[in-house]
């Protein structure tokens, strides 16, 4: 491999791990608000215990999934400085306003939810958990403006060398971005339900004690997955209407390890398919045990689909790196060694990789000890008093 195809597969190998760490904070994200909102109004102490459950793995993916973001951004200065030199201006806009604004805000209210249980008042407390799920959508509408960009840099001129924002608009109104972020979205959802199935059908399986607390949430599940794939597939036949003006070319170019515009079809109908299908039987999934290990198959494939469908968008526009106007070879750091770049690349993958088993290891761990011993959200001990 030369320089460039091993900076094109460190990117797209990071790009992909980090991408399921997100997917899933997406997903969870609401659901873990629904269940919160639906204690609240009720004080129903099982929905506390749903949210808690639900809400510490969705903490524990998070937290995971911040450092992988990081390695993305120290790319773009070590292998992809000439993206930094030409579009800097209008490319990092968005990720500095994702970053300032959505990510600390949504970091800041998750904080102000894990430490403030029995401490704020409840619909305070829910307040947070809900403008973490907002904020971290604003988070995702502003990676998905900076990637419609390089899709179709609208709402930018060339000036000299140099790419400059004319039209802050025009980057937010972008064609590329308009289906493709809803199906982003839905994609998550569909992956939080899947995983909210399968490791519920994993408990149910095991004869577990917690039989109604799990019924609960493996119907949860399968409702979760059916609205996010039938949304999925919906806003992915939407946007390829909105990408071919732009990119006329693109499904039909693309056939990086025989993904094409067919195969992609294919995967999400097969998707929308299963999940209808558990929708029909959702009454009855809980007391079939044959059915049990299905679903815990079924977790890992809105994963497989997530990178399959990030390559299909990414692959479609080569050679360009930004439409029409920057190559990917042009925006390589020039002066790149293959040493130095397969030193970076089995640092980031070996981190990330490692990144990922950890989360998926902690998250297995608190699925199979149950909501019985949850961190989150547990009563203070009392404080004894001190007498003089």
């Known amino acids: 491999m030369d320089v460039l195809d091993l900076a094109r597969l460190q990117f797209a190998v990071t ?23 639906r204690y609240v109004r009720t004080g129903n102490p099982e929905h506390e215990r749903m949210t808690r459950f639900w809400g510490q793995i969705y903490v524990t993916n998070y937290a995971l999934g911040i450092v992988t973001g990081l390695v993305m951004e120290f790319q773009f200065g070590m292998s992809w400085s000439g993206l930094s030199h030409y579009a800097g201006d209008v490319f990092g806009a968005p990720l500095a306003i994702e970053t300032l604004v959505a990510f600390f805000l949504e970091s800041t209210f998750l904080g102000l939810w894990i430490f403030g249980w029995h401490r704020l008042p409840k619909r305070l407390h829910l307040a947070c958990i809900w403008l973490v799920a907002l904020t971290a959508y604003a988070s995702a ?42 199906h982003v979205l839905a994609a998550g959802l569909l992956t939080a339900g899947c995983v909210v199935m399968g490791a519920s059908a994993y408990q149910l399986f095991r004869r577990t004690a917690e039989r109604a607390f799990f019924t609960t949430s493996l119907r949860i599940g399968v409702v979760t997955a ?82 399959l469908g990030w390559i299909a968008r990414e692959e479609g526009r080569q050679p360009w790196l930004i439409y029409g ?64």
């Open 325 to 388: 106007k920057l190559t990917v070879a042009d925006a390589l750091t020039p002066g790149l060694t293959a040493g130095q770049i397969t030193l970076s690349f089995l640092a980031f993958v070996g981190v990330l990789g490692m990144l990922a088993v950890v989360d998926y290891l902690l998250i297995a761990r608190l699925i199979r000890r149950g909501p019985a011993v949850v961190a989150l959200g547990e009563q203070p001990a009392p404080q004894p008093v001190l007498t003089f």
């Open 141 to 182: 509408f502003w990676i998905m403006v900076a990637n419609s960009f390089l899709q179709n840099p609208a709402g930018a001129t060339v000036q000299g060398d140099r790419l400059a924002l004319t039209d802050f608009g025009a980057l937010l109104g972008n064609p590329t971005l308009v289906m493709a972020l809803p």
């Open 15 to 37: 790009g992909s791990l980090h991408f399921l760490f997100v997917a899933l904070t997406l997903g969870l994200a609401p659901l873990v608000a629904i269940m919160n909102t």
């Open 226 to 307: 059916f609205v996010g794939g039938f949304l999925t597939v919906g806003f992915g036949y939407a946007q390829f209407e909105f990408v071919k003006p732009v990119q006329p070319d693109k499904w039909s170019a693309n056939a990086l390890a025989g993904i094409g515009l067919g195969s992609m079809q294919t995967i999400g109908e097969t998707l929308q398919l299963i999940t209808f299908l558990l929708l029909v039987c959702v009454k009855w999934l809980p007391r079939w045990r044959w059915a049990q290990p299905v679903l815990m198959l079924l977790t890992p494939l809105p994963f497989i689909a997530l990178v």
